[in-house]
């Protein structure tokens, strides 16, 4: 292991003994929690040499079989490879998949038998920046959104599917699993990405953010595609009870957002109900079970699912949300 360049500070996983604190741009960084809570960086992982390109933010781990699921993208073909590292902390061979053009992919998703990969409009323009002063990334409203369904065994593309939805962005998903032909995937999808918001005031910004819970269905016996609305905006950051990762489970805990940064509370849904229509904003009522407010002043960030107590007897819910809160009207 070495110090590499990146900030590690996206999210936290731990696999195979090893605290992993991770950023897109970088390999993961390997942390020593001490005995005072202080943490020590012990440097980067590369897996005995096999990790050369980039690794994501959000990898998946099987929460049956103790394996990890992971990719990296790049600005040079074929712009995204796919690794699968065993319970034991091997990482297996690369497998290279090709895309159109160099593509910002945040996150992915697996299930039992299938990783899902998300090919959406939010493309790299480094020209664009050196010569017209823009953003390195830019958003292309005239491209469609394509997903592929690859066998999470795979040693090559060859068996990738490709699907086609309404052009959109996500940033984040929160779970996939299968059901009979089809794949369902669970995420937080944007009608399309406005890139000049992040300088804009905060009224503008909620305004142009509507990030909203959708169901994607992707049936892999009749090529066909489908999405279902299934919140209000803006909700994103979704997560679930990681015993469930890559399987069936009834709910999905979202934050509540007041701008792209700010968090003012946080949702629990109900994925077996269904969402009432009419509404202008989340509230109790169909596929909401709870909605928590922080209080005015008071924001936060993604919170994680913390089961009340190890064991598969659980009730999936039988939990605890842990987040940070900051009340800006103390300062702590």
């Not at 002043?297 to 900051?326: K, N, Q, T, W």
Request: charge should be negative.
């Amino acid at each position: 292991m070495s110090y590499g360049g990146g900030t590690g500070n996206t999210t936290l996983i731990y696999h195979h003994g090893k605290m992993l604190t991770l950023s897109e741009v970088d390999n993961p960084y390997a942390l020593r929690v001490l005995e005072d809570g202080d943490l020590q960086t012990l440097g980067l992982m590369d897996y005995d040499a096999k990790l050369t390109h980039s690794f994501t933010a959000h990898p998946k781990i099987d929460p049956i079989t103790g394996e990890m699921f992971t990719f990296g993208y790049q600005h040079t073909p074929p712009y995204l490879t796919y690794r699968f590292v065993t319970k034991e902390g091997v990482m297996l061979d690369p497998v290279p998949i090709t895309l159109p053009k160099p593509v910002m992919m945040h996150d992915f998703a697996i299930t039992d038998n299938y990783v899902i990969f998300m090919d959406l409009p939010l493309l790299f323009s480094p020209k664009d920046m050196v010569k017209g002063g823009k953003f390195i990334v830019s958003y292309d409203t005239s491209v469609k959104a394509h997903f592929g369904i690859l066998p999470r065994y795979a040693k090559n593309e060859l068996q990738m599917r490709w699907f086609e939805l309404p052009n959109c962005y996500i940033f984040h998903n929160a779970n996939a699993r299968e059901e009979g032909d089809e794949v369902v995937l669970y995420t937080c999808r944007l009608p399309e990405l406005d890139l000049e918001m992040v300088g804009g005031p905060i009224k503008e910004k909620i305004k142009n953010f509507q990030n909203e819970l959708y169901e994607f269905r992707f049936n892999l016996k009749s090529g066909e595609a489908s999405q279902q609305k299934l919140s209000e905006s803006a909700v994103d950051f979704p997560r679930i009870n990681e015993y469930y990762v890559g399987r069936k489970q009834c709910y999905v805990y979202g934050t509540i957002l007041d701008s792209v940064t700010q968090v003012k509370g946080l949702v629990k849904f109900d994925l077996q109900a269904q969402p009432e229509v009419g509404k202008s904003q989340i509230e109790v009522g169909g596929n909401v079970l709870g909605v928590f407010n922080f209080g005015p002043g008071r924001f936060s960030y993604e919170a994680i699912f913390v089961p009340e107590s190890s064991g598969s007897d659980l009730e999936e819910d039988d939990g605890y949300l842990i987040c940070f809160v900051h009340d800006e009207n103390t300062g702590k």
